[in-house]
């Protein structure tokens, strides 16, 4: 079955450090990968997707990740978080309909 | 655009009882997802539709699950005889068929069965 692994269930950083969500992801022929968002007592919002072409895929609030296949792995990165920044991120992979499969989740925690 | 809508956003109810959940998708929107959501999980899928018609079910949409989009425009999700595994986070999703890779979702109706 198609899944993701996400390594982190919780990370902590300081505001204004970078920080890196991993994600691995189950190979197959074909693969879309995507990384959502959810901020407390709201519903998901999509940061970025991977379909195909650039491995360097860059999304909203200055957030990008980089697909690599020979690790299969989608990690999600930001050279400098906000305190705003402070939610669960989902990492998922889509087959033929794009129907995402998602990961556990990472809670992403940012100190002052 | 005023997002996808759900309501309630919250429901208490009693092992046994039915409920019964809305989801108000972006309008323009053909493609209608229902998604459960556990504590310490991320979502997963349980039904789509395309306008009125349900096109996939996940085997964990059992036969106390059902799901409607009669008309092409909102959905209902009706859980019969609850049972405390159902508590959860329902989530909905909606999408353009042309664009089905990006759905945007509704802020959840969080369901507590006692």
């Known amino acids: 079955a198609q899944s993701v692994t996400q390594l982190d269930s919780q990370v902590p950083v300081f505001e204004e450090a970078p920080v890196e969500l991993r994600c691995n992801y189950s190979?197959?022929?074909?693969?879309?990968l995507f990384w959502y968002v959810q901020y407390p007592n709201q519903g998901l919002q999509l940061l970025l997707k991977y379909l195909s072409g650039s491995t360097l895929v860059k999304g909203i609030n200055g957030f990008e990740a980089e697909f690599n296949k020979s690790q299969t792995s989608f990690h999600l990165r930001k050279p400098s978080v906000h305190i705003s920044d402070t939610a669960e991120y989902f990492c998922?992979?889509?087959?033929?309909?794009?129907?995402?499969?998602f990961g556990r989740g990472t809670s992403l925690i940012v100190h002052p | 655009d005023t997002g996808v809508s759900q309501d309630p956003r919250h429901k208490i109810t009693k092992r046994g009882q039915n409920v019964t959940f809305r989801c108000d998708p972006i309008?323009?929107?053909?493609?209608l997802y229902w998604y459960r959501q556990t504590l310490g999980q991320g979502p997963e899928f349980l039904t789509y539709?395309?306008?009125?018609?349900?096109?996939?079910k996940s085997r964990l949409l059992s036969d106390r699950f059902s799901a409607e989009r009669p008309k092409g425009s909102f959905s209902t999700l009706e859980i019969q005889r609850t049972e405390q595994g159902d508590s959860a986070m329902y989530l909905c999703?909606?999408?353009?068929?042309?664009?089905?890779?990006?759905?945007?979702f509704g802020p959840g109706t969080r369901l507590l069965v006692l």
């Open positions: 309008s323009e929107h053909n493609r």
């Open positions: 999703a909606s999408s353009l068929v042309t664009n089905q890779e990006t759905q945007y």
């Open positions: 539709f395309q306008n009125e018609a349900q096109l996939e």
């Open positions: 998922a992979r889509g087959g033929g309909s794009y129907i995402p499969t």
């Open positions: 190979s197959s022929v074909s693969v879309y």
